[in-house]
């Protein structure tokens, strides 16, 4: 039996099938998640101590954020961002598509991604707010580059690969410092007192995810098989993103947030 063709009507009725997975699976944790389950938000910062006559760190919670709320986030700009590319933008959508990029994409995961690191972040114990914020931007940067590398080589005759290495850079960073702290967690533990198995398993999957996009690309401009056809790398794209987001949002949902 021939396989289907891929086709951009066929990605617009594919888009609008992800919002509705994505709006069920929205409405879906909204109801039935644990918004008691929370995680203080921090700021460290230098004091002078009289007594010593020294400076000295201290660490204060400045709010205690539902860990429930950066799920629901990145859910809901996933499930916007489908609707827009099969709806308002879909001339935008289809236009883009037919010189071989999608800005769209790349602007949605600039910020849902990046929601998604802070959320993984915050289990693994970095709660400092600016550290989640290099978290987060770090990531973003590494989406943009994404979009900055499909819209250079629209100028070049062959592929030009230096926004591709240095997203490569700026995403791995992110894991390290997480990773970092698994290290220290699991060095210093006491007793009962560590990380629990299910966010090692998080921290796996969705690193292995978070590559996959990147091989995805790289073989879109290897033109491998049936990569040869920008359209087959775009449906990869939206298979990925719906796998990693719900894996994330369901493991965290079985681990923490069960009522």
């Keep these: 039996m021939a396989k289907k063709k891929i086709t951009i009507e066929g990605l ?10 994505f709006a069920a ?3 879906a944790m909204a109801l039935i998640a644990n918004f008691d389950v929370k995680f203080p938000i921090t700021t460290n910062y230098l004091t002078f101590d009289i007594a010593t006559k020294t400076l000295t760190s201290a660490s204060k919670t400045i709010y205690n954020i539902p860990l429930v709320w ?7 700009m996933s499930m916007t961002a489908h609707l827009i590319i099969s709806s308002i ?7 883009d598509l037919k010189k071989g990029m999608n800005r769209a994409r790349w602007i949605e995961y600039s910020f849902s991604a990046s929601t998604m690191i802070v959320a993984i972040g915050l289990l693994s114990g970095i709660y400092d707010l600016a550290s989640l914020v290099m978290l987060f931007a770090l990531i973003m940067v590494m989406n943009l580059l994404g979009m900055i590398m499909e819209i250079h080589n629209q100028t070049t005759e062959k592929t030009k690969w230096i926004s591709y290495y240095v997203g490569w850079i700026a995403s791995i960073v992110p894991w390290i410092a997480i990773a970092i702290y698994f290290w220290a967690s699991a ?6 007192a560590k990380i629990p198995a299910f966010v090692y398993w998080i921290y796996v999957t969705i690193f292995i995810f978070f590559n ?4 995805n690309m790289f073989l879109q401009y290897k033109k491998w098989g049936p990569w040869k056809n920008y359209l087959y790398g775009e449906r990869v794209y939206i298979i990925l993103s719906l796998v990693a987001k719900s894996a994330l949002a369901w493991q965290v949902f079985a681990g923490t947030l069960r009522p």
């Design 212 to 215: 996959c996009f990147a091989i």
């Design 25 to 27: 699976e929205l409405v």
């Design 89 to 95: 933008w879909y001339r935008g959508y289809k236009s």
């Design 187 to 192: 060095s210093n533990a006491t007793g009962g």
């Design 70 to 76: 950066p799920l629901l986030a990145f859910l809901a």
């Design 12 to 21: 617009r009725k594919f888009n609008l099938i992800m919002f509705f997975v």
